[in-house]
């Protein structure tokens, strides 16, 4: 595997991961559209993590801040180690302490932070979606 800068080649593929994701499990989003994945990783750092070729995940950085803003790994190679590349790529990026947000209901995603070493600092129940801020323990 090997974690590296966004191309311009792998938008579409990036693009792809991010709709499938919105649509299957983002029931908030009203519409969700290819074109989403480029306003909403707009002025970011996205890596890339791609396994024989092919994009296996990605994630985005909102630099100044130090928060991963999007982090999405194909179902084909989920459990296989990318999202885990990603962070320490985005550990590797970070200036001082990563944050980020994660849905409530996301126990999945909960547990897999949890077990890359964030904590939950913040909750807010009453956002749509309801959230957690997470905070690296180990950067």
Not at 36 to 64: H, K, N, P, T
Not at 113 to 139: M, Q, W
């Amino acid at each position: 595997m090997k974690v590296r800068p966004m191309k311009s080649g792998d938008r579409q593929a990036v693009a792809t991961i991010y709709l499938r994701d919105r649509q299957l499990d983002f029931p908030w989003v009203a519409k969700p559209d290819i074109a989403d994945f480029d306003r909403d990783s707009r002025g970011e750092r996205v890596l890339v993590a791609e396994i024989d070729g092919q994009i296996a995940g990605f994630a985005s950085l909102m630099r100044v801040m130090d928060f991963i803003h999007l982090l999405f790994v194909a179902p084909a190679f989920q459990h296989q180690g990318v999202g885990h590349a990603l962070i320490e790529a985005m550990r590797q990026e970070a200036v001082g302490t990563l944050t980020l947000k994660c849905v409530i209901r996301n126990e999945e995603a909960l547990k897999f932070y949890a077990h890359e070493g964030f904590a939950i600092k913040r909750e807010d129940r009453f956002a749509v979606p309801a959230n957690y801020t997470l905070v690296d323990t180990l950067n």
